[in-house]
Protein backbone atom coordinates (compact mmCIF):
# COMPACT_ATOMS: atom_id res chain seq x y z
CA UNK A 1 0.00 0.00 0.00
CA UNK A 2 2.93 2.60 1.14
CA UNK A 3 4.34 1.56 -2.55
CA UNK A 4 1.90 2.81 -4.26
CA UNK A 5 2.14 6.88 -2.70
CA UNK A 6 6.00 6.35 -3.45
CA UNK A 7 5.65 5.79 -7.17
CA UNK A 8 4.49 8.54 -9.44
CA UNK A 9 3.35 10.54 -6.82
CA UNK A 10 3.99 14.09 -8.28
CA UNK A 11 1.65 12.91 -11.45
CA UNK A 12 -0.89 12.16 -8.65
CA UNK A 13 -0.58 15.36 -7.14
CA UNK A 14 -1.45 17.18 -10.39
CA UNK A 15 -4.35 15.02 -11.08
CA UNK A 16 -6.20 15.83 -8.09
CA UNK A 17 -5.08 19.72 -8.46
CA UNK A 18 -6.57 19.15 -11.92
CA UNK A 19 -10.10 17.34 -10.29
CA UNK A 20 -10.52 20.19 -7.67
CA UNK A 21 -10.37 22.80 -10.65
CA UNK A 22 -12.83 20.91 -12.99
CA UNK A 23 -14.85 20.32 -10.00
CA UNK A 24 -14.88 24.41 -9.06
CA UNK A 25 -15.82 25.18 -12.69
CA UNK A 26 -19.17 23.09 -12.63
CA UNK A 27 -22.01 25.83 -12.51
CA UNK A 28 -23.80 23.32 -9.77
CA UNK A 29 -21.19 23.58 -7.52
CA UNK A 30 -20.73 27.69 -7.77
CA UNK A 31 -25.30 27.83 -6.55
CA UNK A 32 -26.09 24.80 -4.88
CA UNK A 33 -29.63 23.54 -3.75
CA UNK A 34 -30.30 24.01 -0.20
CA UNK A 35 -33.51 24.02 2.02
CA UNK A 36 -35.15 27.16 3.77
CA UNK A 37 -38.33 27.46 6.07
CA UNK A 38 -40.10 31.02 5.77
CA UNK A 39 -42.16 31.48 8.98
CA UNK A 40 -44.87 33.37 10.18
CA UNK A 41 -46.70 33.52 6.58
CA UNK A 42 -50.21 35.19 6.79
CA UNK A 43 -53.16 33.17 5.71
CA UNK A 44 -55.72 34.75 3.67
CA UNK A 45 -59.03 33.00 3.49
CA UNK A 46 -61.12 33.55 0.52
CA UNK A 47 -64.74 32.39 -0.92
CA UNK A 48 -66.16 32.60 2.75
CA UNK A 49 -69.46 34.14 1.51
CA UNK A 50 -69.59 30.71 -0.86
CA UNK A 51 -69.93 29.02 2.48
CA UNK A 52 -72.93 30.90 4.15
CA UNK A 53 -74.66 30.46 0.88
CA UNK A 54 -74.56 26.54 1.23
CA UNK A 55 -75.90 27.16 4.83
CA UNK A 56 -72.01 26.18 6.26
CA UNK A 57 -69.96 27.68 8.54
CA UNK A 58 -67.00 26.89 10.15
CA UNK A 59 -66.68 25.47 13.53
CA UNK A 60 -63.07 25.28 14.35
CA UNK A 61 -60.10 27.93 13.70
CA UNK A 62 -58.07 28.42 10.78
CA UNK A 63 -54.41 29.46 12.30
CA UNK A 64 -53.82 33.13 10.97
CA UNK A 65 -50.37 32.39 10.02
CA UNK A 66 -47.98 29.22 9.39
CA UNK A 67 -44.54 27.80 8.02
CA UNK A 68 -43.67 27.09 4.78
CA UNK A 69 -40.34 24.86 3.71
CA UNK A 70 -38.66 25.28 0.24
CA UNK A 71 -35.96 23.91 -2.02
CA UNK A 72 -34.30 25.84 -4.32
CA UNK A 73 -30.81 27.23 -5.88
CA UNK A 74 -29.24 29.75 -3.16
CA UNK A 75 -29.22 32.45 -5.23
CA UNK A 76 -33.31 32.24 -6.28
CA UNK A 77 -33.44 31.86 -2.38
CA UNK A 78 -31.75 34.71 -1.40
CA UNK A 79 -34.13 36.92 -3.66
CA UNK A 80 -37.03 35.65 -2.54
CA UNK A 81 -38.72 37.59 0.33
CA UNK A 82 -41.43 36.34 3.11
CA UNK A 83 -43.40 38.82 1.97
CA UNK A 84 -43.74 37.44 -1.47
CA UNK A 85 -45.07 34.82 -0.40
CA UNK A 86 -48.96 34.28 0.27
CA UNK A 87 -51.41 31.38 1.34
CA UNK A 88 -54.99 31.27 0.45
CA UNK A 89 -57.09 29.06 2.10
CA UNK A 90 -60.56 28.81 -0.80
CA UNK A 91 -63.83 27.81 0.98
CA UNK A 92 -65.59 27.33 -1.73
CA UNK A 93 -64.65 23.88 -2.06
CA UNK A 94 -66.42 22.69 0.82
CA UNK A 95 -69.58 21.15 0.49
CA UNK A 96 -70.74 19.82 3.44
CA UNK A 97 -71.00 19.75 7.41
CA UNK A 98 -68.24 17.66 9.04
CA UNK A 99 -64.54 17.20 8.97
CA UNK A 100 -63.13 19.07 5.42
CA UNK A 101 -59.73 18.76 4.53
CA UNK A 102 -58.58 21.94 2.40
CA UNK A 103 -55.50 22.19 0.56
CA UNK A 104 -53.29 25.32 1.57
CA UNK A 105 -52.84 27.64 -1.95
CA UNK A 106 -49.03 29.26 -1.92
CA UNK A 107 -48.56 32.07 -4.01
CA UNK A 108 -45.31 34.15 -4.80
CA UNK A 109 -42.91 31.71 -5.24
CA UNK A 110 -41.08 31.15 -8.62
CA UNK A 111 -41.08 28.43 -10.74
CA UNK A 112 -37.42 27.80 -9.87
CA UNK A 113 -38.25 27.16 -6.39
CA UNK A 114 -39.84 23.85 -5.04
CA UNK A 115 -42.06 23.91 -2.34
CA UNK A 116 -41.03 20.66 0.09
CA UNK A 117 -44.73 19.42 0.80
CA UNK A 118 -48.10 19.70 0.27
CA UNK A 119 -49.82 21.90 2.72
CA UNK A 120 -53.75 21.04 4.06
CA UNK A 121 -55.84 22.15 6.70
CA UNK A 122 -58.94 20.04 8.39
CA UNK A 123 -61.35 22.11 9.26
CA UNK A 124 -64.60 21.46 11.04
CA UNK A 125 -67.86 22.54 9.28
CA UNK A 126 -71.35 23.37 11.04
CA UNK A 127 -74.83 24.14 9.05
CA UNK A 128 -75.94 26.81 10.26
CA UNK A 129 -79.06 26.95 11.92
CA UNK A 130 -80.78 29.73 14.39
CA UNK A 131 -83.64 29.48 17.02
CA UNK A 132 -85.24 32.05 19.23
CA UNK A 133 -84.93 31.63 23.16
CA UNK A 134 -86.71 33.13 26.20
CA UNK A 135 -84.31 35.17 28.49
CA UNK A 136 -84.65 34.96 32.59
CA UNK A 137 -83.55 37.86 35.05
CA UNK A 138 -81.44 36.87 37.68
CA UNK A 139 -80.13 38.31 40.77
CA UNK A 140 -77.57 37.39 43.79
CA UNK A 141 -79.43 35.60 47.07
CA UNK A 142 -79.39 38.78 48.34
CA UNK A 143 -81.69 40.30 47.00
CA UNK A 144 -83.97 37.41 45.58
CA UNK A 145 -86.48 38.08 48.46
CA UNK A 146 -86.68 41.89 47.29
CA UNK A 147 -86.95 40.91 43.54
CA UNK A 148 -90.04 38.26 44.51
CA UNK A 149 -91.59 41.27 45.97
CA UNK A 150 -91.14 43.27 42.88
CA UNK A 151 -92.92 43.17 39.38
CA UNK A 152 -89.96 42.88 36.67
CA UNK A 153 -89.83 42.59 32.64
CA UNK A 154 -87.14 41.62 30.21
CA UNK A 155 -87.32 43.31 27.09
CA UNK A 156 -87.06 41.79 24.69
CA UNK A 157 -88.28 38.32 26.27
CA UNK A 158 -87.14 36.43 23.55
CA UNK A 159 -83.27 36.60 21.34
CA UNK A 160 -82.47 35.41 18.51
CA UNK A 161 -79.37 32.83 18.10
CA UNK A 162 -77.58 31.81 14.86
CA UNK A 163 -74.48 29.97 14.35
CA UNK A 164 -72.66 26.67 14.12
CA UNK A 165 -75.15 23.84 14.77
CA UNK A 166 -73.53 22.34 17.36
CA UNK A 167 -72.75 25.38 19.11
CA UNK A 168 -76.73 26.32 18.95
CA UNK A 169 -78.12 23.17 20.07
CA UNK A 170 -76.58 23.45 23.59
CA UNK A 171 -78.66 26.90 24.18
CA UNK A 172 -81.70 26.33 26.03
CA UNK A 173 -81.82 29.99 27.51
CA UNK A 174 -80.30 33.18 28.18
CA UNK A 175 -79.92 35.12 31.62
CA UNK A 176 -79.60 38.04 32.31
CA UNK A 177 -77.79 39.30 35.73
CA UNK A 178 -79.19 42.54 37.37
CA UNK A 179 -77.25 44.42 40.33
CA UNK A 180 -79.87 45.87 43.01
CA UNK A 181 -77.39 46.13 46.11
CA UNK A 182 -77.43 50.05 45.99
CA UNK A 183 -81.30 49.94 44.87
CA UNK A 184 -84.34 50.84 47.47
CA UNK A 185 -87.81 48.94 47.21
CA UNK A 186 -89.10 52.53 45.99
CA UNK A 187 -87.06 53.10 43.46
CA UNK A 188 -87.16 52.20 39.31
CA UNK A 189 -84.91 50.66 38.49
CA UNK A 190 -83.61 49.97 34.62
CA UNK A 191 -80.30 48.38 33.49
CA UNK A 192 -79.24 46.80 30.11
CA UNK A 193 -77.61 44.17 30.88
CA UNK A 194 -75.95 41.56 28.58
CA UNK A 195 -77.19 38.44 27.90
CA UNK A 196 -74.79 35.24 28.96
CA UNK A 197 -76.46 31.99 26.96
CA UNK A 198 -76.54 29.29 28.78
CA UNK A 199 -77.44 25.38 28.67
CA UNK A 200 -79.52 23.36 30.05
CA UNK A 201 -77.54 22.91 32.77
CA UNK A 202 -77.13 26.54 33.86
CA UNK A 203 -73.75 26.62 32.43
CA UNK A 204 -72.60 29.24 30.04
CA UNK A 205 -72.16 27.95 26.11
CA UNK A 206 -68.96 29.16 24.19
CA UNK A 207 -70.71 31.96 21.60
CA UNK A 208 -67.19 31.75 19.59
CA UNK A 209 -69.55 30.42 16.68
CA UNK A 210 -72.93 31.75 17.30
CA UNK A 211 -74.55 35.12 17.05
CA UNK A 212 -77.48 36.64 19.02
CA UNK A 213 -79.58 39.43 18.75
CA UNK A 214 -79.53 41.27 20.55
CA UNK A 215 -76.84 40.98 22.75
CA UNK A 216 -78.42 43.05 25.41
CA UNK A 217 -81.79 43.79 26.83
CA UNK A 218 -83.66 46.50 29.43
CA UNK A 219 -84.33 44.89 32.47
CA UNK A 220 -87.08 47.25 34.55
CA UNK A 221 -87.49 46.45 38.02
CA UNK A 222 -90.77 48.50 39.81
CA UNK A 223 -91.38 49.64 43.02
CA UNK A 224 -94.07 47.81 44.79
CA UNK A 225 -96.34 49.00 47.86
CA UNK A 226 -99.48 46.66 49.73
CA UNK A 227 -103.36 48.40 48.49
CA UNK A 228 -106.80 47.86 50.27
CA UNK A 229 -108.76 46.40 48.10
CA UNK A 230 -112.40 47.71 47.41
CA UNK A 231 -114.86 45.72 46.01
CA UNK A 232 -117.37 46.81 43.36
CA UNK A 233 -121.03 46.38 44.56
CA UNK A 234 -124.13 47.38 43.26
CA UNK A 235 -127.70 46.68 43.30
CA UNK A 236 -130.00 46.20 46.81
CA UNK A 237 -130.82 43.67 48.87
CA UNK A 238 -134.96 41.94 48.83
CA UNK A 239 -137.15 44.38 50.23
CA UNK A 240 -137.12 43.62 54.33
CA UNK A 241 -133.22 42.75 54.25
CA UNK A 242 -130.11 44.99 54.39
CA UNK A 243 -126.44 44.31 53.69
CA UNK A 244 -124.63 44.47 57.21
CA UNK A 245 -121.01 43.87 56.33
CA UNK A 246 -118.86 43.15 53.56
CA UNK A 247 -115.48 40.59 54.12
CA UNK A 248 -112.74 40.50 51.60
CA UNK A 249 -109.91 37.86 51.27
CA UNK A 250 -107.10 39.09 50.83
CA UNK A 251 -107.70 42.60 52.05
CA UNK A 252 -104.80 44.24 50.16
CA UNK A 253 -102.47 43.24 47.30
CA UNK A 254 -98.83 44.07 46.91
CA UNK A 255 -98.90 46.36 43.46
CA UNK A 256 -95.87 47.41 41.37
CA UNK A 257 -95.55 50.14 38.69
CA UNK A 258 -94.49 53.84 38.02
CA UNK A 259 -93.34 55.45 41.34
CA UNK A 260 -96.17 58.38 40.25
CA UNK A 261 -98.55 55.71 39.77
CA UNK A 262 -97.95 53.69 43.25
CA UNK A 263 -98.22 56.49 45.47
CA UNK A 264 -101.07 58.23 43.87
CA UNK A 265 -103.36 54.99 43.99
CA UNK A 266 -105.56 54.63 47.07
CA UNK A 267 -107.41 51.00 46.55
CA UNK A 268 -108.03 48.45 44.41
CA UNK A 269 -111.66 47.53 42.44
CA UNK A 270 -113.27 44.85 41.58
CA UNK A 271 -115.00 43.21 38.93
CA UNK A 272 -118.74 44.64 39.29
CA UNK A 273 -120.55 42.13 41.90
CA UNK A 274 -124.56 42.51 42.02
CA UNK A 275 -126.36 42.24 45.06
CA UNK A 276 -130.12 43.08 43.65
CA UNK A 277 -132.83 41.18 45.31
CA UNK A 278 -130.78 38.88 47.23
CA UNK A 279 -131.89 37.48 50.83
CA UNK A 280 -128.68 35.57 51.92
CA UNK A 281 -125.79 35.92 52.40
CA UNK A 282 -123.34 36.42 48.90
CA UNK A 283 -119.72 34.96 48.14
CA UNK A 284 -117.85 35.58 45.26
CA UNK A 285 -114.50 35.27 43.86
CA UNK A 286 -113.63 38.83 41.88
CA UNK A 287 -111.06 39.53 39.43
CA UNK A 288 -109.35 42.69 40.42
CA UNK A 289 -109.79 45.44 37.72
CA UNK A 290 -106.82 46.33 35.45
CA UNK A 291 -105.54 49.84 36.11
CA UNK A 292 -102.85 51.35 33.16
CA UNK A 293 -99.29 51.15 34.32
CA UNK A 294 -100.00 48.88 37.58
CA UNK A 295 -98.61 44.92 38.05
CA UNK A 296 -99.71 42.63 40.30
CA UNK A 297 -96.58 41.49 42.31
CA UNK A 298 -95.21 37.86 42.07
CA UNK A 299 -97.27 35.94 44.33
CA UNK A 300 -100.20 37.74 44.40
CA UNK A 301 -103.44 36.75 43.42
CA UNK A 302 -105.29 38.75 40.44
CA UNK A 303 -108.74 38.05 42.20
CA UNK A 304 -109.91 37.97 45.64
CA UNK A 305 -112.79 36.30 47.95
CA UNK A 306 -115.79 38.69 48.60
CA UNK A 307 -118.21 37.66 51.09
CA UNK A 308 -121.60 40.38 51.41
CA UNK A 309 -123.64 40.10 54.66
CA UNK A 310 -127.09 39.91 54.02
CA UNK A 311 -129.68 39.87 57.10
CA UNK A 312 -133.62 40.21 57.69
CA UNK A 313 -134.54 43.34 58.87
CA UNK A 314 -136.54 42.85 62.32
CA UNK A 315 -138.26 44.83 65.13
CA UNK A 316 -138.28 43.99 69.20
CA UNK A 317 -140.11 45.52 71.64
CA UNK A 318 -138.07 45.98 75.07
CA UNK A 319 -140.46 46.57 78.16
CA UNK A 320 -138.43 49.12 80.92
CA UNK A 321 -140.50 49.36 84.11
CA UNK A 322 -137.81 51.52 85.90
CA UNK A 323 -137.42 54.74 84.26
CA UNK A 324 -134.81 56.68 85.63
CA UNK A 325 -135.24 60.54 86.66
CA UNK A 326 -132.51 62.44 86.28
CA UNK A 327 -131.78 66.25 86.92
CA UNK A 328 -134.17 66.30 89.96
CA UNK A 329 -134.24 70.12 91.22
CA UNK A 330 -132.28 70.26 94.43
CA UNK A 331 -134.37 70.17 97.86
CA UNK A 332 -137.00 68.50 95.82
CA UNK A 333 -138.73 65.02 95.57
CA UNK A 334 -139.94 63.76 92.14
CA UNK A 335 -142.66 60.62 92.43
CA UNK A 336 -143.39 58.55 89.08
CA UNK A 337 -146.69 56.90 88.83
CA UNK A 338 -145.94 53.34 88.00
CA UNK A 339 -145.53 53.01 84.35
CA UNK A 340 -144.16 50.58 82.21
CA UNK A 341 -142.41 52.20 79.00
CA UNK A 342 -142.06 50.02 75.78
CA UNK A 343 -139.15 50.86 73.18
CA UNK A 344 -139.16 49.56 69.82
CA UNK A 345 -136.15 48.92 67.81
CA UNK A 346 -135.32 47.98 64.30
CA UNK A 347 -132.24 46.24 62.97
CA UNK A 348 -130.89 43.45 61.27
CA UNK A 349 -131.26 40.14 63.03
CA UNK A 350 -127.97 39.65 64.59
CA UNK A 351 -128.06 43.03 65.95
CA UNK A 352 -131.40 43.03 67.39
CA UNK A 353 -130.67 39.69 68.96
CA UNK A 354 -127.61 41.14 70.25
CA UNK A 355 -129.06 44.06 71.97
CA UNK A 356 -130.03 43.61 75.83
CA UNK A 357 -132.02 45.71 78.07
CA UNK A 358 -128.84 46.94 80.29
CA UNK A 359 -127.96 48.52 76.96
CA UNK A 360 -130.35 51.12 76.29
CA UNK A 361 -131.51 53.99 79.25
CA UNK A 362 -134.65 55.12 78.95
CA UNK A 363 -135.18 58.12 81.17
CA UNK A 364 -136.76 61.16 82.12
CA UNK A 365 -134.82 64.74 82.13
CA UNK A 366 -136.65 66.44 85.23
CA UNK A 367 -133.77 69.98 85.28
CA UNK A 368 -137.04 72.34 84.35
CA UNK A 369 -139.35 70.52 86.45
CA UNK A 370 -141.40 72.92 88.56
CA UNK A 371 -143.64 71.77 91.86
CA UNK A 372 -146.51 69.71 91.24
CA UNK A 373 -147.71 67.00 89.08
CA UNK A 374 -146.86 67.37 85.42
CA UNK A 375 -146.25 64.97 82.41
CA UNK A 376 -142.77 65.34 81.21
CA UNK A 377 -141.44 63.41 78.23
CA UNK A 378 -139.29 60.09 77.73
CA UNK A 379 -136.13 59.79 76.65
CA UNK A 380 -134.03 57.30 74.90
CA UNK A 381 -130.20 57.06 74.33
CA UNK A 382 -127.31 54.58 73.79
CA UNK A 383 -129.22 52.93 70.88
CA UNK A 384 -126.93 50.64 69.35
CA UNK A 385 -124.77 51.10 66.09
CA UNK A 386 -126.84 49.76 63.19
CA UNK A 387 -129.58 49.36 65.36
CA UNK A 388 -132.48 51.67 64.71
CA UNK A 389 -135.57 53.01 67.29
CA UNK A 390 -138.82 53.16 66.24
CA UNK A 391 -141.32 54.14 68.86
CA UNK A 392 -141.43 55.00 72.80
CA UNK A 393 -144.82 54.60 74.42
CA UNK A 394 -146.10 56.36 76.66
CA UNK A 395 -143.98 59.37 74.75
CA UNK A 396 -144.67 61.09 78.11
CA UNK A 397 -145.04 59.94 82.42
CA UNK A 398 -146.12 62.10 84.77
CA UNK A 399 -144.54 62.94 87.78
CA UNK A 400 -145.34 64.61 91.17
CA UNK A 401 -142.65 67.06 92.26
CA UNK A 402 -142.86 68.19 96.23
Request: negative net charge.
Amino acid sequence: MNRFFEHNLTLKLFSIAIAIVLWSMNPYNQDPYRDKVFRDIPVNVINQEKLAEKGLMLSSDIPGSFSIEVRGKTSDLQRLNKSDINRYVDLSKINGPGINEVPVDIRGIPLSIQINEEYKFELNVDRIISKTIPVTLDVDEENQDKLARRYWEISPKFIEVKGAESAVNKIVYGRAYLSMSEEKDEELIEQSIPVQLMDINDNPVEVKYVDQNPQFCIATVYPSRAIPVDPLITGNPAEGYVVVGTEISPGEIQVSGLPEIIKSLGTLRTELLDIEGASTDIKRELKLQNYEGVYISPGEQSQVQVLVRIEKIVEKTIEFGNIELQNIPPEHEAKLEDTTVSVVIRGPSSYISAVKPTDIQVYVNLEDAVKGEKSYPVEVRNIPKGVELINVEPVRVRISIK
